[in-house]
């Protein structure tokens, strides 16, 4: 195929390759075809190939559309897409597209660069034990590693238990808008929080160290130890975090009725004579 036949990434037209980078999944890119000659070029089809990593389509063939005829001195942007499995590992891997025309075949070279990409998902999302104080029980979840580096499970640790509707009214460092408007230099919105902040001390779990590998799930095992000191008929959240994720442990504490009570007793009346 013609020499003259050019294709570049917007702004970079002497790049010795075409680039495409992202998270796996997804992946999308414009690029320019350009017809350098002074007759108009046939094309056939295009396609991106990629030997070194696995894209979606038959043996790592995603196809490009490509007009029929490229007119000359004419350049045509073309859309890119194709999808990599979420497990690919970060770096970059070489690739090649292909564009076929009637006179024959030109090859562009390409690399496809992946990035980090941390993401996992927790199920069940929520636990709720009614328990005495002091108690310790026992549960277990499921860690998805649904990025493509592994996860690191580590002893969950020490989380503060609260009224559950302190973290619908004040959110502290759950409330993510909070956050937002903090780093962007604007003053947090004040919410009261005096009815909700009183302290039931903290939840202890502790958990096995493991890791996740991408693609892969762990089925992660936990105690938690309650306070020894703990009100009576009253119901108490805790929001533990493994990596990114969090997740719901509601503990009932069981209703003890109040001692030093009697039930009143009734007189009996009686008539005179009876």
């Not at 570049?8 to 992946?27: E, Q, W």
């Not at 709720?128 to 026992?138: E, K």
């Not at 947090?188 to 799930?217: C, H, M, Q």
Request: glycine residues 8%.
């Amino acid at each position: 195929m013609d020499s003259n036949l050019k294709l570049f990434c917007p702004g970079d037209p002497h790049a010795k390759a075409v680039l495409f980078a992202g998270a796996p999944g997804s992946v999308e890119a414009d690029v320019w075809l350009e017809n350098g000659e002074s007759t108009d070029l046939v094309l056939r089809e295009a396609a991106l190939i990629s030997p070194s990593i696995p894209v979606a389509g038959r043996h790592n063939h995603v196809r490009i559309a490509v007009p029929k005829v490229l007119p000359a001195h004419q350049r045509k942007l073309l859309s890119v897409s194709f999808d990599l499995d979420p497990s690919t590992p970060p770096g970059t891997y070489d690739a090649e597209i292909r564009i076929e025309g009637a006179v024959g075949t030109k090859r562009f070279a390409a690399q496809i660069t992946v990035v980090q990409n941390y993401a996992l998902s927790i199920e069940p999302e929520q636990f709720v034990f009614t328990c005495a104080p002091g108690d310790t029980v026992a549960g277990e979840l499921v860690v998805r590693n649904e990025g493509n580096v592994p996860i690191r499970v580590t002893p969950i640790g020490e989380y503060p238990l609260r009224n559950p509707l302190w973290f619908e009214c004040v959110g502290g460092e759950y409330d993510r808008p909070t956050i937002d408007r903090e780093r962007r230099g604007e003053a947090p919105e004040t919410r009261d929080s005096a009815p909700y902040d009183e302290d039931f001390e903290s939840l202890l779990i502790d958990n096995k160290d493991i890791s996740v590998d991408p693609g892969n799930w762990a089925l992660v095992k936990f105690t938690a130890k309650l306070p020894d000191s703990l009100p009576a008929n009253e119901h108490l959240r805790a929001r533990p975090r493994i990596g990114t994720e969090r997740f719901n442990v509601d503990i009932i504490t069981p209703f003890i009725p109040s001692t030093g009570v009697t039930k009143p007793t009734q007189k009996r009346r009686y008539k005179k004579g009876g």
